[in-house]
T-cell receptor, first 111, second 113 residues
Framework: LAKTTQPISMDSYEGQEVNITCSHN???????ITWYQQFPSQGPRFIIQ???TKVTNEVASLFIPADRKSSTLSLPRVSLSDTAVYYC????????????FGSGTKLNVKP | DAGITQSPRHKVTETGTPVTLRCHQT?????MYWYRQDPGHGLRLIHY???????DKGEVSDGYSVSRSKTEDFLLTLESATSSQTSVYFC????????????FGPGTRLLVL
């Protein structure tokens, strides 16, 4: 299982941009980087996925450097409702049984 | 949201009793998974299925069994529940043809006394 390292927690204020970095030194050639968001008492929810460079959707951006040993999830102008745990996962997206969730990053957005 | 339901949503049981949790999907996805989540931990894979009657073990399979007799249903059984199996259980589905990600159910909160 390709393991990842993320900060345990982060604090931010409403309206700020939040960047959460994930280290994945052992990423394999076929591996994609996927981020999930989990609210209390709910299952994780897919946010974004990428292989290299930059990916953007309506919710977030994902930045991946050329060596792919790390990635950064960027949340623009967070609100209180973005308070959640964010998981970075690395793996072959055809083999989710090989994904390792880890403890995630608890993002606390303050007013 | 993907059509995934889990039942029951909450259950309290006693040590030594059998427990079965059900995951039902309406997406016709090939793969189904059972995870458990404990305080301070991410999700850990218990078992998964890659088709009807095709299952395999995950990271923490001891004490659990699964069955998949239909595409839409994936059952998780605790043959003899123990207090260490108190947890929140999540079901997930995926299909590499249909989507690049997994979709998770709402979870089942299990308390073993």
């Amino acid at each position: 299982l390709a393991k990842t390292t993320q900060p345990i927690s982060m604090d931010s204020y409403e309206g700020q941009e939040v960047n959460i970095t994930c280290s994945h030194n052992n990423i394999a050639t076929n591996d994609y980087i996927t981020w999930y968001q989990q609210f209390p008492s709910q299952g994780p929810r897919f946010i974004i996925q990428g292989y290299k460079t930059k990916v953007t959707n309506e919710v977030a951006s994902l930045f991946i450097p050329a060596d792919r040993k790390s990635s950064t999830l960027s949340l623009p102008r967070v609100s209180l409702s973005d308070t959640a745990v964010y998981y970075c996962l690395v793996g072959d997206r055809n083999n989710f049984n090989k994904f390792y969730f880890g403890s995630g990053t608890k993002l606390n957005v303050k007013p | 949201d993907a059509g995934i339901t889990q039942s029951p949503r909450h259950k309290v049981t006693e040590t030594g009793t059998p427990v079965t949790l059900r995951c039902h999907q309406t997406e016709n996805h090939r793969y189904m998974y059972w995870y458990r989540q404990d305080p301070g931990h991410g999700l850990r894979l218990i078992h998964y299925s890659y088709g009807v009657k095709d299952t395999d073990k995950g990271e923490v399979s001891d004490g659990y069994s699964v069955s998949r007799s239909k595409t839409e249903d994936f059952l998780l059984t605790l043959e003899s529940a123990t207090s260490s199996q108190t947890s929140v259980y999540f079901c997930a589905i995926s299909d590499p043809v249909a989507s690049v990600t997994q979709y998770f159910g709402p979870g089942t909160r299990l308390l073993v006394l």
